[in-house]
């Protein structure tokens, strides 16, 4: 999708599943061992424990369309930078801006930390 440079390559998978909202291949995307650290608790999770919360994104949300700002390959990673236009089931859109930066091996994800706007999401949920 993005790149053909292994770093950008699976953040390239990793944000196609985000759009078709396919849980299976967002997680092949993470190695085993991967933590997954957000903004918005400041908690570590595991995959699995992520999980929970990507199934409320991909069901309350029945579109997701990332339009990327910034891809950047960095030391032992990448750097993406996106505006996510999500549709709510009821209609009504968000433009949500956010920022992650991965640390990737072995073409897998291992570290993945999401900066996001809460206070935008928070008033397209609420």
């Given at each position: 999708?993005?790149?053909?440079n292994?770093?950008?390559?699976v ?38 424990e992520n ?18 700002d ?11 930078q ?10 009504r ?14 073409d897998m994800?291992?570290k ?15």
């Amino acid at each position: 999708m993005i790149s053909t440079n292994p770093s950008l390559a699976v953040v390239g998978r990793f944000v196609d599943a985000l759009e078709r909202g396919d849980l299976d291949a967002l997680n092949a995307c993470f190695a085993p061992q991967a933590r997954i650290w957000h903004n918005t608790d400041q908690k570590w999770a595991t995959v699995e424990e992520n999980a929970v919360g990507t199934t409320y994104y991909f069901e309350a949300f029945t579109s997701r369309t990332y339009k990327i700002d910034r891809l950047e390959p960095l030391p032992g990673g990448a750097l993406l930078q996106f505006v996510a236009h999500i549709v709510r089931t009821d209609g009504r859109t968000l433009d949500w801006p956010g920022c992650v930066v991965f640390d990737i091996e072995d073409d897998m994800i291992v570290k993945l930390m999401e900066y996001i706007d809460l206070a935008s999401f928070m008033a397209a949920v609420g």
